[in-house]
């Protein structure tokens, strides 16, 4: 006998229960659902996530709201994109919680949320715009270290940019910004009502480090010696009893030079009795009176010299002055030796050209040789025609060496035959011990 065979349906798979009917379940009272848009007015529902972190419901967070700095335009603004809101909390021990809108300004501009509330009762649900916040936590040390360096970092970098393409009112503002950090004003303030001055960590490190800096600064006397000695003027011997050993003609123009000078020529024709004519009127009106002397004869052959170079050289800019070709040269000196000529250029020029500084130089030497010619009371009239200066510019080169200016005396006035108001234009100039050099000026400080 054949076996019957049972045939048996196979179902599907359903062990899990994930598949749906096909049908629709028919549900009671099923009615359309009414949608309804509603106004977020001064506050919003909030959708916030905390990526990463462990957040208490309980924490309590406080708002804060600030005004858009470029709210989208149009009509039907809400209080969301007018407004930027930021939450924050310290009640942790440890930890600062705080939810910003970090869409802002990235991809997700343009992307809103909404929460809506359904009624199953009346079938209608509200909808309302949402925000969506982002909520995280910093330790509180942490915090602090970051926002320093962040409000460092920032006004380094508006600094730098100010030093590069700011004007000079910024700039000042700028480099002052550190000298001032410490406000004396607040200081003295604080004193005077009892308090104690508070200061930052910085401001404590700058104070403790500035005896360890000022250690090895040159005191105002050190820096006043120290310009005194860069002036362009002869070098005094501030320890010499008579003022006759102040400039002597070893220090203003060197024995060896001294024995080189040719005054023979001179010597013979005051000797004679006989007329010597110079470009210069210092040497003219006194080469007469001190024929006797050679030293003072071969400092005025010294002073001829020197007034006739700058009488033909070529005045530049800045008060420079540029030497004349050597056969014009050779014209000047007559029968001075060649080695007076180096050695002048070698003191007082560089590459054919005399600077400013060097001008000024050789002029306050002339004026220490006049006052060793006219034994330290000079009429500082010839020597002010011979230079071609003003009388205050006269006066301040006198002055540079240490001599006092005075006015015209009486008697010389009469011996000369001068009237009053052209006595009043003259001054003479005294080197006395001690001597008076002008003061060094420093700059205020600024308050």
Not at 282 to 300: P, T
Request: hydrophobic share 40%.
């Amino acid at each position: 006998m054949a076996d019957k065979v049972e045939k048996v349906k196979k179902r599907k798979r359903n062990a899990d229960g994930s598949s749906k009917p096909s049908k629709r379940v028919a549900v009671e009272g099923d009615t359309a659902v009414k949608v309804s848009v509603q106004d977020t007015g001064k506050w919003a529902p909030i959708i916030a996530s905390t990526p990463g972190l462990s957040f208490s419901t309980d924490t309590p967070l406080q708002p804060y709201t600030r005004p858009r700095r470029n709210p989208p335009a149009g009509p039907g603004l809400t209080s969301i994109s007018k407004s930027e809101l930021l939450l924050h909390s310290s009640a942790h021990q440890k930890l600062d919680y705080t939810a910003r809108e970090e869409e802002a300004g990235g991809a997700d501009t343009l992307l809103k949320h909404y929460v809506g509330v359904y009624d199953p009762e009346t079938g209608e649900m509200e909808v309302m715009e949402a925000r969506r916040m982002v909520v995280r936590g910093v330790v509180r040390a942490h915090q602090a270290e970051a926002d320093n360096e962040m409000t460092n970092n920032m006004r380094e970098a508006r600094n730098n940019l100010g030093q590069t393409f700011g004007t000079k009112k910024s700039k000042k503002a700028i480099a002052s910004f550190t000298e001032n950090a410490i406000s004396p004003a607040l200081a003295a303030r604080q004193q005077a009502n009892g308090k104690a001055t508070k200061m930052d960590a910085a401001a404590q490190a700058m104070i403790s480090n500035i005896a360890e800096a000022t250690a090895g600064m040159a005191t105002r006397d050190e820096l006043a010696a120290v310009a005194d000695a860069a002036k362009p003027r002869p070098k005094p011997n501030l320890a010499a009893q008579d003022v006759k050993d102040v400039y002597t003609n070893n220090s203003l123009i060197g024995d060896g030079i001294m024995a080189l000078l040719p005054v023979r020529d001179w010597a013979t024709a005051l000797k004679a009795k006989k007329e010597i004519v110079t470009q210069s009127r210092f040497v003219s009106h006194r080469i007469a009176n001190v024929s006797m002397n050679v030293e003072k004869l071969k400092v005025m052959r010294y002073m001829l010299l020197s007034l006739d170079i700058l009488r033909v050289s070529k005045a530049l800019r800045g008060g420079e002055r540029q030497l004349p070709m050597r056969n014009e040269l050779k014209n000047v000196m007559g029968d001075m030796p060649e080695a007076v000529l180096e050695s002048w250029k070698r003191k007082y020029s560089e590459s054919g050209r005399v600077s400013k500084f060097k001008v000024d130089l050789l002029i306050t030497h002339l004026c220490a040789m006049a006052c060793v010619v006219d034994n330290y009371d000079v009429d500082v009239w010839d020597l002010m025609e011979d230079l071609a200066l003003e009388p205050k510019q006269m006066a301040q080169y006198f002055h540079e060496i240490g001599a006092k200016l005075a006015a015209f005396p009486e008697g010389e006035r009469r011996r000369l035959g001068l009237d009053k108001a052209a006595a009043s234009q003259r001054r003479i100039a005294k080197l006395r011990l001690p001597l008076d050099f002008p003061r060094v000026a420093f700059a205020r400080a600024r308050k």
